[in-house]
Structures are given as structure tokens and as C-alpha cells.
């Protein structure tokens, strides 16, 4: 083990029990910051590393990858503050909405089924159950090399559909902070509750290997719908399949790779491109290289 002044680093580091698909080779350098501070430290002298939190809607090759990660799930510090709540990147959903309904505030309820971290749902302005992170984002913490730390209002951000200004920049959420209403806290467990008893009867749960959604929504359209009218529920590719109850969910139930994975996803990707003439965008990040036949999925997938 080498450190950057004492940084938790892990070289040639098997991924896949981190990662919610289950899938995922070795990664030949992850560090493990505990605060920001790390983090830029490590960003400073590895400029090429990408960050990730809960590797939640991200598939890892199974052939693995030879860059430098960065897992920002050890910065986990939430601070309550009145109705104010600061959280670091690396808090897992979950976590954050249970801590906010101890402290009887609402807003965050949406996140109790979510399995990502903070830093990724403020990224892609996570929602759900009619809550989005925009409705109650104060500001985030962003990192880049040329600017270091700054910070941007919810204006600044940008917030639209599963999209902010990180998406067109080489921002790097490290914290945010959110504005929450008092509210009792029987009335926020009772919506956390139904929340988590719709994710159950329409999402596959976390313990059947998944990534959440795999296709962004189109415009006025429904992944989901479209890939249900070209009939590819059950559809399988080696070791996973499209969800039996949701055209837009693949699961891992018999050890699958991630060849598997972007295999099945292409021909999800074919169907509704030859019969609706829509070319679907996934939502799930890819990181691997290592592998051709991956690599050609990806330019059709991904466009790049």
C-alpha cells in the first residue's frame, strides 16, 4: 500500500462486491479519501483519475480497468444545521433521508430506495415519488483543476431532467447543502415508507444485481414503455436479463459480465432504434477499455 500523505490506496483492487451490478474486474489504483480536502489532494497528483461514489448506476468491466478510481464513499459527514443540512459527497441516500426524518425534516424522502451516494444524485439531479434534489438543493461544492473549490447556487447548477451543469463541465461534486421543512416525523416515515413499498413492487431490489434504470427517458416518452412494445422483458444475454416486471431494469441472476451486460443493452438499444427509429440514451456510466468487443458496443451505445 503507497499513500499520498497517508490516502487509503488499494492497487489492482477487484471491484465487483462495491459495485450494485455485482459485476466489475480489477482496478489498477482506487484510492479512498475520508474529506474533500483528500480528494483534491489525490485530483492534484492524479488529474486522470475519475471519481465514483456508490458505483451505483455504473458498470465496471469485468476485464477491469488499468486507470486510477477514486471512491468518495468514506466522505460521509452530515451536519444539521436548523433546517439546513450539509452532506458529503460520499452520504448514501438512505442514510441522508433517514438522518433528516430524525431530525423531523422533509424533503428528502425521495432518496430512502435510492442505492447512490449524494455526489451522483446532485450530479444527475436525482428524483423520484415527486421529489427531486433541485427542489431542495441550496448549493454544491464543486472541485475542477483549473478552479478548485467553489461554489454553486441551485440557479448555477443548472438542474433539468437527469441533468446538470456537471454534465457539460469536468465538475466533481464533493459536498452540498439542502433546505428542508419542518415537518412531524410520523408524517416523513409514512412517506418513506410508501415510497420504499412502490420501489419494491416496481424496481427490481438491490440484492437481484442491478444498476437502476439502464435507458434515459426521450422527451415526452418512457424508456420503459418503449422497450415493453418491442417485447424484451426477459430477454437474456449470458448470466443477466431484462427485468421480467420493468423493460428498463437489467438484473444479474446467474453471475453475468458486464460483456453480458452492454451485449443486452444493444439489443435493447436495436429494437427500439429499428422499430421506433428513437436511438435511446443509457443512464448507467460504463468504465472498463480493456475489452474490444466492449469498447465496440460502446461507441453505438454511448457515441463516442
Known amino acids: 500500500m503507497h499513500n499520498i500523505t497517508n490516502i487509503e490506496l488499494k492497487e489492482n483492487f477487484c471491484i465487483k462486491n462495491m459495485t450494485t451490478f455485482k459485476i466489475g474486474g480489477e482496478i489498477a489504483k482506487v484510492y479512498f479519501p475520508k474529506s474533500e480536502f483528500e480528494c483534491v489532494e489525490i485530483l492534484e497528483k492524479e488529474p486522470n483519475a475519475k471519481v465514483f461514489g456508490n458505483f451505483s448506476n455504473t458498470l465496471v468491466s469485468s476485464y477491469g480497468c488499468s486507470g486510477t478510481v477514486i471512491s468518495t464513499s468514506k466522505i460521509d459527514n452530515i451536519i444539521f444545521?436548523?433546517?439546513?443540512?450539509?452532506?458529503?459527497?460520499?452520504?448514501?441516500?438512505?442514510?441522508?433521508?433517514?438522518?433528516?426524518?430524525?431530525?423531523?425534516?422533509?424533503?428528502?424522502?425521495?432518496?430512502?430506495?435510492?442505492?447512490?451516494?449524494?455526489?451522483?444524485?446532485?450530479?444527475?439531479?436525482?428524483?423520484?415519488?415527486?421529489?427531486?434534489?433541485?427542489?431542495?438543493?441550496?448549493?454544491?461544492t464543486l472541485y475542477t483543476d483549473n478552479e478548485g473549490f467553489f461554489r454553486f447556487s441551485n440557479d448555477e447548477m443548472q438542474f433539468a431532467y437527469r441533468k446538470s451543469i456537471c454534465h457539460d463541465n469536468p465538475y466533481i461534486v464533493l459536498g452540498a447543502e439542502f433546505n428542508l421543512k419542518k415537518k412531524?416525523?410520523?408524517?416523513?416515515?409514512?412517506?418513506?415508507?410508501?415510497?420504499?413499498?412502490?420501489?419494491?413492487?416496481?424496481?427490481?431490489?438491490?440484492?437481484?444485481?442491478?444498476?437502476?434504470?439502464?435507458?434515459?427517458?426521450?422527451?415526452?416518452?418512457?424508456?420503459?414503455?418503449?422497450?415493453?412494445?418491442?417485447?424484451?422483458?426477459?430477454?437474456?444475454?449470458?448470466?443477466?436479463?431484462?427485468?421480467?416486471?420493468?423493460?428498463?431494469?437489467?438484473?444479474?441472476?446467474?453471475?453475468?459480465?458486464?460483456?453480458?451486460?452492454?451485449?443486452?443493452?444493444?439489443?435493447?438499444?436495436?429494437?427500439?432504434?429499428?422499430?421506433?427509429?428513437?436511438?435511446?440514451?443509457?443512464?448507467?456510466?460504463?468504465?472498463?477499455?480493456?475489452?474490444?468487443?466492449?469498447?465496440?458496443?460502446?461507441?453505438?451505445?454511448?457515441?463516442?
Not at 416525523?185 to 437481484?208: D, G, W, Y
Not at 437502476?212 to 422497450?227: E, Q, T, V, Y
Open 81 to 140: 444545521e436548523d433546517t439546513r443540512v450539509i452532506a458529503g459527497c460520499g452520504v448514501k441516500g438512505p442514510m441522508l433521508a433517514k438522518a433528516a426524518a430524525e431530525h423531523g425534516l422533509s424533503g428528502l424522502e425521495f432518496m430512502i430506495g435510492f442505492p447512490g451516494s449524494v455526489g451522483g444524485e446532485v450530479y444527475m439531479n436525482a428524483s423520484a415519488h415527486g421529489q427531486a434534489i433541485s427542489d431542495v438543493l441550496e448549493s454544491a
Open 184 to 304: 412531524p416525523v410520523e408524517e416523513i416515515q409514512a412517506k418513506m415508507n410508501e415510497n420504499l413499498a412502490f420501489r419494491k413492487s416496481h424496481q427490481p431490489m438491490m440484492t437481484l444485481g442491478n444498476a437502476g434504470s439502464i435507458f434515459k427517458n426521450p422527451k415526452g416518452d418512457s424508456a420503459g414503455r418503449l422497450l415493453d412494445a418491442c417485447g424484451v422483458k426477459g430477454l437474456r444475454s449470458g448470466g443477466v436479463k431484462v427485468w421480467e416486471n420493468h423493460a428498463n431494469f437489467i438484473v444479474n441472476d446467474a453471475n453475468g459480465t458486464s460483456t453480458d451486460v452492454l451485449e443486452l443493452m444493444l439489443q435493447m438499444y436495436t429494437r427500439v432504434k429499428e422499430r421506433f427509429n428513437i436511438e435511446l440514451e443509457p443512464e448507467i456510466k460504463f468504465l472498463g477499455g480493456n475489452n474490444l468487443r466492449e469498447v465496440e458496443i460502446c461507441k453505438i451505445l454511448y457515441q463516442k
